[in-house]
């Protein structure tokens, strides 16, 4: 299966992190999920980063209900 994966836009102690756009944290991209994406290779289903952290996700879902 296919994964994305952006550059990394930090590191600490030889980890690599990711900023999040929501809270502006970095973060190990074990702090982030994944989304299945149809768009990026067609024909093919590549799962990509999602863009915020998910904690950050997780505010967002209970604020909308």
Do not use: T
Not at 8 to 16: A, I, L, N, Q, T
Not at 17 to 46: A, H
């Amino acid at each position: 299966m296919p994964v994305a994966l952006p550059e990394p836009d930090g590191e600490r102690e030889g980890v690599p992190l990711w900023l999040c756009p929501n809270c502006s944290k970095y973060k190990p991209l074990e702090d982030y999920g994944w989304k299945k994406r149809d768009d990026i290779c067609p024909g093919q289903q590549v799962w990509f980063k999602q863009g915020w952290c998910n904690r950050c996700l997780e505010e967002l879902v209970k604020a909308s209900g």
